[in-house]
C-alpha cells in the first residue's frame, strides 16, 4: 500500500504565503504524475496545479501566477507553494499522486491524501 502525508496547511491572511508539502510512502517503485485539488463546500474538487513526472506544470485558471508546484522525486515529495493568498483560495487540499508499485504493473495506481485545510481570512 502507499501512504500520503501532508503538511503546511493553516490560517494566513489574504496576500500571504502558505506552502504544502505531500510525502508519499509505502511500496513505490515510480511516482508518476502528483497533483493537488481543492474543495469548498457545495462545490465538486477541483484541480489546483499538477506536476508530470518529466515536470511539466499544469495550474488552474484561478492560481496561475500565484502557485507554483514542484517535486522531489529522491523523497517522493510534491510541493505546493501558494502566494498572494485570496480568500476564495480557501478550502481542503488535497494531493493526489500515482503510483508504479512494481516494475510489472500495467498502470499506476492513484492515491489520495486525507486533506489539509488552508483558510485566507483577515
Known amino acids: 500500500q502507499v501512504q500520503l502525508v501532508e503538511s503546511g496547511g493553516g490560517l494566513v491572511q489574504p496576500g500571504g504565503s502558505l506552502t504544502l508539502s505531500c510525502v508519499a510512502s509505502?511500496?513505490?517503485?515510480?511516482?508518476?504524475?502528483m497533483g493537488w485539488y481543492r474543495q469548498t463546500p457545495g462545490r465538486q474538487r477541483e484541480l489546483v496545479a499538477e506536476?508530470?513526472?518529466?515536470?511539466?506544470?499544469h495550474y488552474g485558471v484561478s492560481v496561475q501566477g500565484r502557485f507554483t508546484i514542484s517535486r522531489d522525486d529522491a523523497k517522493n515529495t510534491v510541493f505546493l507553494q501558494m502566494n498572494s493568498l485570496k480568500p476564495e483560495d480557501s478550502g481542503v487540499y488535497y494531493c493526489?499522486?500515482?503510483?508504479?508499485?512494481?516494475?510489472?504493473?500495467?498502470?499506476?495506481?492513484?492515491?489520495w491524501g486525507q486533506g489539509t485545510q488552508v483558510t485566507v481570512t483577515s
Open positions: 509505502g511500496t513505490i517503485f515510480a511516482v508518476n504524475d
Open positions: 493526489n499522486v500515482d503510483v508504479f508499485r512494481s516494475r510489472s504493473d500495467p498502470y499506476p495506481y492513484d492515491y
Open positions: 506536476i508530470t513526472r518529466p515536470g511539466n506544470q
